[in-house]
């Protein structure tokens, strides 16, 4: 009978069974503990080829089946499982909701912080899964950068606080608590101070600025034994956070004392070669991003072969892939995964997971983050009994998404395609109606909906408190009010196809770009609006592309989601339809908006830049054949503002 490894002995201490099991794996089987994969691609491939130390977005039965396949390789080292359970257990259907983490930050309440963490840790443990990418430590002073909802907000002292609570919370009474989580400071760092608040490009920190704003709350929570850190995806002076390892191993690793693990964001290591072009090929990103000081590669699976190689050709030592190994076996003994995988347990979660005392504490934070920031004139508490209408406005009234927040089902972020279940779900207009009572009218006005559009209209002039600034009238009579995001408007477009349109002050102008985007809810027959996700283009900063991409239109009353098959129009068709113009006959065309070589887009306006070339100032002027939205933009700026 041979004897029972070292490793396996759950009595020993935690650097002898890491040493043991190192000197028993192979060089493929410690690169590929380096290794986070995407559990949802061919995890019964993926794991018995490279041998991952890591999955991510998969849960319940999901989570087991890839926990079991990595149990039965040679060494049976468990997977360590992490999802993006950002404010909640968001991508587990009827688990509890808590407000972003902007609104959490508005309670002011560190208490309250410690038990969302907590709530989302017990019902994320029944699952099957370890670890949440959570908090986010950026600071938010840049209301162009797209993720200041992610942020606690722009106080640096605040910031600490507020994650600290939150990481206690996740991680409970230690790494051996069952009913606990690790915890993740992202993104490591600065992330958010991108110039002209593009996101992912370049950083531009000086190391007082970083030390003074952006670095004090990692700071305490590496101190405080947060167990993991993500590198952010920009560049600071050039180098991105990735392949940083003054960021990554002198600062954080041996500066602050983190004995923890390090991981990359999503596909950084590719995104380091083919869009920021820092390195030459994936293998150069690959070795750089292992130096640095990164231990875990997330969903960059060509970084398994990229190091192999530069062992093979001495670019990287064994020394280094060792270091980064022995931090995921330790937390892996540390949280005692090899006695116990902490498989999911589906009974158990029915009583826990969006339980009435949780959704108590969800509602809870809810009215504490609410912010009241003018009270004019008294116009707070409304008197119910002398409010006889009531106009309810805008996309999001009634859409369960936007009540949800990023980072849940349905979300373009979301494991899988399901929603969280509607009747869990109280939209303002369910609540306005459910508090109006019965003598009250609640007007829903759709956009789109000229009819409503005009009662509107007919209302305001009676309305018992002032609608004005919610809505504006075009020369031609029709109604501008603010789109899905904040600040922004739908422009209608009058008989001459250009824009007419009294502008109030405090609300953005779209570039053409955007402004497509918009107008093809007045296409005749075309659905009621766009997708708020309008596809590819908000998220990705794509330009007009070829006449074989497609804009989604859902059909009129359908709910506004990206996830259901819609009728679709190429953007030359869309162009044609709204402007009269045949794009495919103009004598030049669009082209991709240029890219710098950090990867961030220059610029949103349509010019002749050549992709991989700089932009140029000179060529950001209106193609021939398409209408030119600045002039009339301007114009109606400037006849709105002589009014005020």
């Known amino acids: 009978m041979s004897e029972t490894p070292a490793f396996r002995n759950p009595d020993l201490p935690v650097e002898t069974r890491v040493n043991d099991l190192l000197s028993r794996m192979t060089i493929e089987e410690r690169v590929g503990q380096m290794l986070q994969l995407d559990g949802r691609v061919e995890p019964e491939k993926t794991i018995p080829a490279m041998q991952p130390g890591s999955m991510l977005q998969v849960l319940d039965e999901d989570a087991e089946k890839v926990q079991r396949i990595a149990l039965a390789n040679r060494m049976g080292v468990p997977l360590l499982l992490g999802i993006d359970a950002i404010h909640g257990h968001s991508f587990k259907q009827g688990a509890t909701i808590f407000p972003t983490q902007i609104g959490l930050a508005c309670m002011w309440n560190t208490a309250l912080l410690r038990e969302v963490g907590g709530i989302t840790a017990l019902e994320m443990s029944f699952t099957g899964v370890h670890w949440t990418f959570s908090p986010v ?21 605040l910031i600490g606080e507020f994650a600290s609570a939150l990481i206690n919370g996740y991680q409970g009474a230690g790494l051996s608590d069952r009913r606990a989580v690790l915890a ?37 929570v590496a101190r405080e034994g947060c167990a993991t850190f993500m590198a952010g995806y920009q560049a600071i002076e050039g180098m991105p956070c990735s392949a940083n390892s003054w960021l990554l191993t002198d600062l954080l690793k041996k500066e602050w004392g983190f004995e923890g693990v390090v991981v990359t964001d999503w596909d950084n290591v590719r995104r380091m070669h083919a869009e920021q072009h820092v390195f030459a090929n994936i293998a150069e990103s690959s070795i750089a991003a292992a130096k640095a000081g990164n231990d875990l590669i997330m969903a960059t699976p060509a970084f398994y072969d990229g190091v192999l190689d ?26 005692g995964l090899f006695e116990d995988p902490r498989l999911p347990d589906p009974a158990g979660g029915r009583a826990v997971i969006g339980c009435a005392q949780h959704r108590d504490t969800a509602l809870q934070t809810a009215r504490e983050s609410i912010v009241l920031l003018k009270n004019a004139n008294n116009l707070l508490p409304l008197d119910r009994k002398s409010i006889k209408r009531i106009a309810v406005i805008g996309p999001n009234a009634d859409d369960p998404l936007a009540q949800l927040g990023d980072w849940t089902l349905g979300t373009g972020q979301a494991v899988g395609h399901k929603q969280m279940p509607r009747d869990l779900t109280i939209t303002v207009l369910d609540g306005i109606r459910a508090i109006a009572g019965k003598d009250t009218e609640v007007l829903r006005i759709e956009r789109g909906d000229k009819a409503g559009m005009q009662r509107l209209i007919e209302y305001i002039s009676r309305c018992p408190f002032s609608l004005g600034r919610m809505v504006a009238l075009t020369e031609d009579g029709k109604i501008l009010y603010r789109a899905s995001h904040a600040n922004c408007l739908p422009f209608p477009i009058s008989g001459d196809k250009t824009l007419m349109a009294g502008i109030p002050r405090n609300f953005e102008v779209f570039e053409p770009l955007d402004f497509l985007a918009e107008v093809v809810q007045h296409i005749p027959n075309k659905g009621d609006h ?10 990705k900063k794509r330009g007009m592309r070829k006449d074989k991409e497609t804009v989604v239109v859902p059909g009129p009353g359908e709910p506004d989601t990206a996830f259901r098959k819609k009728s679709r129009m190429t953007w030359a068709a869309l162009i044609k339809a709204v402007f009269e113009v045949d794009p495919l006959k103009c004598p030049k065309r669009c082209t991709e908006p240029s890219r710098s070589v950090r990867g961030g887009y220059e610029d949103r306006w349509l010019h002749r830049g050549k992709r991989g070339d700089r932009a140029d100032p000179s060529a950001l002027q209106p193609l021939e054949g398409y209408p030119s939205a600045r002039p009339a933009c301007r114009e109606a700026t ?6 005020h």
């Open 137 to 157: 430590l950026c600071i938010a002073r840049d209301a162009r950068w797209g993720r200041v909802g992610e942020t606690f907000g722009e106080d640096p002292y």
């Open 184 to 220: 993740c400071a992202k993104h490591f760092a600065g992330y958010s101070e991108t110039q002209g608040g593009l996101d992912s490009s370049e950083a531009d920190l000086s190391i007082r600025n970083l030390r003074a704003f952006f670095l004090p709350g990692f700071e305490k």
């Open 310 to 335: 530069g062992l093979k050709s001495g670019r990287v030592t064994s020394d280094t892939v060792d270091q980064a190994c022995r931090r995921i076996l330790r937390l892996k003994f540390a949280m």
């Open 530 to 539: 766009l997708t708020n996700y309008c596809g590819w283009y908000s998220n």
């Open 638 to 643: 400037a006849r709105t503002r002589s009014l």
